[in-house]
């Protein structure tokens, strides 16, 4: 050690390599209380920012599909999953009649193929851009012109490999823009006016394919949006809605929004639950371990003190290690998550089946943050309270235990 000056950091990492292996157990359990700590905290930050977004892209009060379809409705807005379903554009006349509706709409949705003839097989929702008041609102948030005939919009999920168009049913589409992530199950679907829509479907049944009942776009919808007059409750028009029309499903959007609500609600207090249990056996477990590993260091202890090593000094020497193990494991468990969570994250959304959105970068860094200040806090706690409790003990009674 000639000619190098020790102090308490330099000393602390003679320590911890001196005990490799009870460094790297200790270390291990920081890792998997990091571990746990981030991944839980996105998880529960994407639910909740999920369920923002979905109240937000809604955008109608209520949704009319055909009667057997809810299901597939649900699907498409949360799982985007491709459906295609219709009934025929007569209900959407009857439907601006009704007492309490201020506005609708409708949309039409077909499905691309899994072929050669489309780039990638997606939702594609057809909407009237003369009296949308869903779509267009949050498209304009990154396309701020009208969308051309022949042009769409697609969402952020959507892999294409020539960004400028996109190929359905072997024709190319301009790529006007693509949204931002939402979520949803609306970033795996493709938009368009219902002019470029209805030439899909002419392109698709060229190729072919057929849709339900042969459903032309001119003749058949898919779902009626519906915004109800302010003061209306939303209940009684509803109840107007199936007075006047038979054969189709009627949809309270804040119902369903609700419902997924609960169910998320469901799934976070079970994670919160879990994650409290976790942490709190791991915060015992780094305790002990402490406290064994320094009951078993209490002759190196005394014999730091009896060649002049002060309290205070030796309390910042082993909260330093407590420091150093701290951030090794709080870096090691964040890095675990990205190496192995986030590459399966697309695949762990699906299997989800509820709105979620990726926490983006900075958030990321805050909950990062949070784990690696959570983690020191658990490591050099648990470190001093076991030195003030092995500190008690007088110096010459330890160095004369075992004789």
Not at 186 to 191: C, E, G, P, T, W
Not at 297 to 314: D, F, H, P, Q, S
């Amino acid at each position: 050690m000639r000619g190098h000056k020790l102090n308490t950091v330099s000393v602390a990492v003679l320590n911890l390599k001196h005990s490799l292996t009870r460094s790297v157990g200790l270390v291990s359990l920081m890792a998997a209380l990091s571990f746990v700590f981030f991944l839980g905290t996105l998880f529960s930050g994407g639910l909740k920012s999920g369920l923002i977004n979905l109240k937000d892209r809604m955008g109608a009060d209520i949704m009319v599909v055909p009667v057997e379809n809810d299901a597939d409705m649900e699907a498409v807005l949360l799982k985007g999953e491709p459906s295609c379903f219709y009934f025929e554009r007569s209900v959407y006349d009857k439907t601006k009649q009704i007492e309490g509706v201020k506005e609708c709409t409708f949309q039409f949705f077909l499905t691309s193929l899994d072929a050669k003839c489309c780039d990638t097989r997606v939702q594609l929702i057809g909407f009237d851009p003369a009296t949308d008041f869903c779509i267009a609102p949050w498209i304009t948030k990154a396309y701020d012109e009208s969308l051309e005939n022949g042009a769409v919009i697609i969402g952020s999920d959507i892999s294409v490999d020539d960004e400028a168009s996109i190929k359905l049913f072997d024709t190319r589409y301009k790529v006007a823009a693509r949204l931002d992530a939402t979520g949803t199950g609306l970033d795996k679907a493709v938009f368009g006016t219902i002019d470029t829509v209805k030439g899909m479907y002419a392109r698709a049944y060229e190729k072919g394919q057929r849709f339900l009942d042969e459903a032309d776009p001119d003749n058949f919808i898919s779902t009626i949006l519906i915004k109800t007059e302010e003061g209306k409750d939303p209940g009684e028009v509803v109840k107007n809605i199936r007075k006047a029309l038979g054969g189709v499903k009627v949809v309270e959007s804040q119902s369903m929004i609700r419902n997924t609500a609960d169910n998320m609600k469901r799934i976070g207090v079970l994670l919160y639950i879990f994650e409290f249990l976790f942490v709190l056996t791991l915060t015992v477990t780094v305790y002990l371990v402490f406290y064994i590993t320094l009951n078993d260091r209490k002759k190196e202890m005394a014999i730091l003190r009896v060649i002049g090593v002060t309290k205070k000094n030796l309390v910042g020497i082993l909260q330093t290690e407590a420091l150093i193990l701290a951030v090794l494991g709080a870096l090691g468990g964040i890095a675990a998550v990205i190496v192995f969570v986030f590459p399966f994250r697309i695949f762990l959304i699906d299997r989800l089946g509820m709105p979620y959105l990726i926490p983006g970068l900075l958030k990321s860094a805050v909950s990062g943050l949070g784990c690696v200040l959570l983690t020191i806090l658990v490591s050099c706690l648990s470190s001093f309270l076991t030195v003030i409790k092995i500190g008690k003990n007088d110096v010459y009674a330890t160095m004369r235990e075992g004789e």
